[in-house]
């Protein structure tokens, strides 16, 4: 039976209300189903503490700032990467690092250690120096010296580390993506890296944490949080 609104202002007050449910019901569903980022990530060094940014700079490498540092110390005669995955490295991750406003000076800081000390990109001398960044092969980076050598041994317990980063001379550091063997993943070709693992950018979801810890919770685990996985984006 056909409804005449013109008779019954009533129903056509009805049909008006039940369309803006439906028309709102769908509006939230797609708000819910378009992913936000939640965070935004830089590591200046490697494996040590993130810098929560509220926007960043993207290059080839990755975001601008992101694990342009590392910290190596020597296995015999090989200067190798440095992991909090390591036994007696763990305190890297408390390693701190600030820049200035105009981003010519990094200071690095920690609970384990008495001081801070300033990296002075621009002025600071170093010297070449060959290390492993993720496996066996060696890149040449630049060494910032012993002073900076000490602090970093100060604060996190390593024995002769240095403290290297990347050089600016494209021709000295051409290090680029490689494909994850257990994964397949092919990127495209000649694609720049920075010190990062495998991958210029690293994303997650809270989403993907939050089923991780409920399955922890099952198998009567502790859970983890998010800083465990070092995204540089969270969903």
């Known amino acids: 039976m056909a409804i005449n609104f013109d008779d019954d202002p009533s129903a056509a007050l009805l049909a008006v209300i039940i369309l803006i449910s439906l028309f709102y019901t769908t509006l939230v569903q797609k708000i819910q189903k378009t992913p936000t980022v939640q965070e935004l990530n830089i590591y200046p060094i ?33 200067w190798t990467y440095c ?12 390693i701190r690092s600030t820049f200035s406003v ?84 092919m990127p495209p070709p000649s694609s720049p890296m920075s010190l990062a693992d495998e991958a210029p950018f690293l994303l997650t979801t809270r989403e993907s944490l939050e089923e991780l810890n409920s399955r922890l919770e099952s198998a009567k685990s502790d859970a983890v949080d998010m800083r465990r996985f070092r995204p540089n984006i969270v969903i």
Request: aromatic share 6%; proline share 7%; charged share 25%.
């Open 46 to 78: 490697k494996s040590a503490a993130e810098v929560p940014v509220k926007s960043a700079i993207v290059t080839p490498r990755g975001f601008q700032n992101d694990r342009i540092f590392q910290i190596v110390s020597k296995v015999g005669k090989l």
């Open 83 to 94: 992991t909090p995955r390591d036994k007696g490295k763990e305190k890297i991750f408390h």
């Open 102 to 185: 105009d981003g010519k000076c990094l200071t690095l800081s920690s609970p384990d250690a008495t001081s801070t000390i300033m990296l002075n990109l621009e002025s600071t001398p170093t010297s070449s120096l060959k290390s492993t960044v993720m496996g066996d092969a060696e890149v040449a980076l630049k060494d910032y010296g012993k002073p900076f050598a000490n602090w970093v041994g100060m604060a996190t317990g390593i024995k002769n580390p240095r403290l290297v980063g990347i050089p600016e001379d494209k021709a000295e550091y051409d290090r680029l993506v490689e494909v994850n063997p257990d994964q397949g993943d």
